[in-house]
């Protein structure tokens, strides 16, 4: 049980800046669902209701998980581990197929997208493993024991196919195994067979759906009223908006419906042309600032555990986010990651404010404070 008084250690920023960008998102899935629904919000059916429906259920979240011991998780990591191989595992056998690739469960009228609810209990049962073998982390079994728990749910994710959340996987594995002082050999010689065996793992496991997305991305041309129409259509909202944008609800791509998933893969696209490159700074800056708070909380963890969870929740919002606005700007190939807070997905948006409730969780305890 907590004190009272250790409130005080809580970091109001880390709810403020996350209830800042949903309403962000709120306001672009407003203009980017006008095409959908021209007669305005009139019921809970409205994607932007829905969105801050989620936020709100989001902030009631945050207070709970801060209220838990997040050490508690610690005891319970096989469990998390196994609901997670769960979910994936059963995306590909009874899950719903959208645009190519088994994502979502459907349970009691509910549709949820199982790799966002497995992205933070990896982060949880990872920080675990690598924290309780500290004295321990410089030897390579324990090196490959951290790669092994990834690298089922990366496989299961791939599966689906699903190339933008395996990276993700892959890029916390490799900031946690980092902070958590692995050496650095294993790390390069790891990678090094990574780059290595990268052409052939394009040949052998990659289908030809993701092939073929690929090839559209490096030449959209070659398919601009299929494959390559999203990415054309992205280029041209983002490169259009200029400096101030083309003004709110008044994007051309946007309103005339151009973009496939707007409210979604492609919100970035709807805020590069209709707020331009100030809203887009406005976004970064947001995201810094909620950044620099993960870290900030990482720093005053009382524990490895606390600390690596931390790292974890940081590496997976960031990359997130560069994945999402790669896509958009045709930096990377197409693929099907939300922007966190601000594209319109409830799976998505819940568990990310899981996620700052278990930021506020390790400050809440950083300074032992109990009873």
Do not use: C
Not at 252 to 271: A, C, E, K
Request: aromatic fraction near 10%.
């Amino acid at each position: 049980m907590i004190q009272w008084r250790a409130v005080r250690h809580l970091d109001p920023w880390i709810v403020l800046i996350g209830l800042a960008l949903a309403g962000f998102g709120a306001l672009l899935i407003y203009s980017a669902s006008r095409t959908s629904y021209p007669e305005g919000i009139q019921g809970l059916s409205h994607p932007t209701v829905r969105h801050l429906t989620f936020a709100a259920m989001g902030l009631l979240v945050i207070g709970l998980v801060a209220w838990l011991d997040y050490r508690s998780l610690g005891q319970v990591t096989p469990t998390l581990y196994a609901v997670a191989l769960v979910l994936l595992a059963g995306v590909l056998v009874v899950g719903t197929s959208v645009y190519g690739a088994k994502r979502w469960l459907n349970f009691a009228g509910l549709s949820i997208q199982a790799s966002e609810v497995a992205k933070l209990l990896v982060i949880v049962v990872l920080a675990k493993y690598l924290a309780d073998r500290q004295r321990e982390i410089r030897q390579l079994r324990t090196f490959l024991g951290s790669l092994a728990i990834v690298a089922v749910p990366t496989a299961l994710v791939f599966a689906e196919p699903d190339l933008g959340t395996a990276m993700i996987f892959g890029a916390v594995w490799l900031g946690m195994v980092v902070v958590a002082g692995v050496r650095p050999q294993h790390i390069l010689a790891f990678l090094a067979t990574l780059t290595l065996s990268t052409p052939f793992v394009v040949v052998a496991l990659m289908g030809d759906y993701q092939r073929e997305r690929i090839a559209t991305f490096l030449n959209p041309a070659l398919d601009p009223l299929g494959g390559g129409f999203s990415i054309i259509q992205a280029e041209i909202s983002v490169g259009s908006g200029g400096p101030f944008g083309r003004g709110f609800t008044e994007g051309t791509q946007t309103q005339l419906d151009y973009l496939q998933t707007p409210t979604r893969d492609y919100i970035f696209s709807v805020l590069g042309e209709e707020l331009g490159l100030v809203g887009a700074l406005l976004l970064f800056a947001l995201f810094a600032f909620l950044l620099f708070r993960g870290l900030r909380t990482a720093a005053l963890a009382r524990d490895p555990f606390g600390r690596l969870i931390a790292t974890g929740i940081v590496i997976w919002i960031l990359f997130q986010v560069f994945i999402n606005v790669g896509v958009n700007i045709r930096l990377l190939p197409v693929t099907g990651i939300p922007l966190p807070f601000i594209s319109e997905g409830g799976s998505s948006i819940l568990m990310l404010f899981v996620a700052l409730g278990l930021l506020e969780s390790i400050l809440l305890r950083h300074k032992q404070i109990e009873f």
